[in-house]
């Protein structure tokens, strides 16, 4: 992906994330996304309706990688059924791990595919997507 | 010499400001240590051939310098340990473990590291004893008018950090510890960020605990030193059991245990760490610590005149007399700023600094913190300010 492309992806996902705030109504599932090996910390709620992933909200604070990350991850999961979602976290992480992805569902995503050069940021990458991960492979197991 | 010339690390083209973490080692402390593997490698207090009896001679003497560098009345006062988190849990399990009985009060504040905290929220689960926190003033300091009036008489100590590694504010200790002890509270002082940077004298402060750490005095990682005054360090249980601090025991489990400080040592020691420590000693009383402090201070008040000067900077502690600077680039999350800056290789701290209630105070969670020693220069400041004057492309570098 272009260098300024991928910059303003990042950029305006950061300074403008999508579903940002939390909401205090039922039927969410929460889930916590602690970095333990810095300082990120963000909050998630996920409402899931006849398996199809109908919300997804986020709060906390962490740095612009790690936040716009999830504003685009959450635009990518949005009205994706949980196995589908899975398949797109999947491909998300393969391409952070530098292993082989898919990188036409990625859409966005895509903007993190050169976050591999700098080792020290793929957690910031990945904590939403692998948080959001567990969630729903628990969500499978539960349902 | 130029003293930074001593220091190996600062000829690595880098700028240092999280000396609050750890600091570098002169050549001096290096060159201690490795004479230790590489000429007399032996275990302390056992054998009786040559190596050994050094090895002893080198530890005792590393202890006889420290307590030299706080003033202590004796070296049996000195207990070498891994550093003042070891400490300060020593402290709390092993003496105010045995003492603290339910509704008693334990008086910390909220600017406390993560070390001078947990360690009293497992004691109250077990002893039921409770924690109030000291208000801290529009600075975040402490005032002798607020610990008196946060202490009661179920009160039974007050514990401190002498310098807070966020804020940076010196707490008034002598004052405190003179109240205190007219009450029969008594006082534990985490001396992590002061004993490196000033002149700390546990005599004629008159505290009755102090731990700190070896890497953030130009020392070796991995050890500290708890001092105690001698009754009260008498009277605790020892945190470890093991070799070295027994006399004797037999079968039936009856164990006499040795005189202060080996009973509160068991094990084999960090003999380099400890001989390093004391050369870390030495190395500060040779450039004196209050000249060290001196320094620093001036040193802070150009850093903090020079970031005022900026308005893209917020800094949340102006005031404090330590060289401790908390600041944030505004509108930006601190490990942002801390990665730009990075890129231009200046190391800052980025985060809550192990003060994870202090947001409570400042209301901001995170932020940048500078951590200045003798070592920083007025030139190393004027490439930061000029750095984060030009942070408007922040996001095209760390993107």
Redesign the interface.
Known sequence: MDANL??SI??DN?QNPINRGLIDEEGYIKVNANNES???ELNFIIKIKDNIIEDIRFDG?????A?SAASVMIKALIHKNVDEALNIINNYENMINEKNYDSKILGEANAYDEIYKQPN?KKCALLSWSNLKNALEQFKKNN | MNIREEFPMLSKNIIYFDNGATTFKPQMVIDEICDYYKNYSANAHRGDYNISLKTDMMYENARKKIKDLINASSAEEIIFTSGATEGLNMVVEGFFGKILKENDEILLTKSEHASNILPWFRLCKKNKCKIKYIDLDENYKVTLDNVQKAVSSNTKVISLAHITNVVGDIRPIKEIVEYAHSLGILVVVDGAQSVPHMKVDVQDLDCDFLAFSGHKMCGPTGIGVLYGKFDLLDSMEPYNLGGGMNLSFSSTGEVEYKSLPQRLEAGTPNIAGAIGMGAAADYLKILDLDKIHEYEVKLREYLVMKLKALDNIEVYNESSESGIVAFNIKNI????TA?YLNDYNICVR???HCAKILKDELEI??TCRISLYFYNTKEEIDKLISVLKNSDTL??Q??
Do not use: H
């Not at chain 2, 999350?333 to 942002?336: I, L, P, R």
């Open positions: 991928r910059r990042i950029l950061y810095c300082i990120d604070e962490a740095c612009a990688i936040t940021r | 999350f601190s490990q942002d990665i980025a985060g809550s969670k995170n996001f095209n760390i993107l």
